[in-house]
């Protein structure tokens, strides 16, 4: 609940949004994680934690195939990122 309250009054920082939404990644609250990520990524595409916290949802949700088309469509926007690269290579 705090970084719910700090992130609806602080929107600028990401650090409180970013929190909040891992605090309901734990709830297995995964649309509103969704919703709230891909409008994220589409602001700042360069922002890997988003990306990184997409690719959670969907595994946690066995949504593989998906899976990898966010590992890759995040990589075409930060080319050269270990971390989404090794998504792609996992397939």
Known sequence: MLFKNQSERE???E????EYL???QHGQRFAEIEEVAWDEVAISPHTIEYWELLINVYLEQDRFDETIHIANLGLSKN???????SWCLFR
């Open 11 to 13: 929107p600028e920082n």
């Open 15 to 18: 650090i409180y949004q970013f």
């Open 22 to 24: 891992k605090c309901l």
């Open 79 to 85: 080319p050269n990122n270990q971390t989404l690269e």
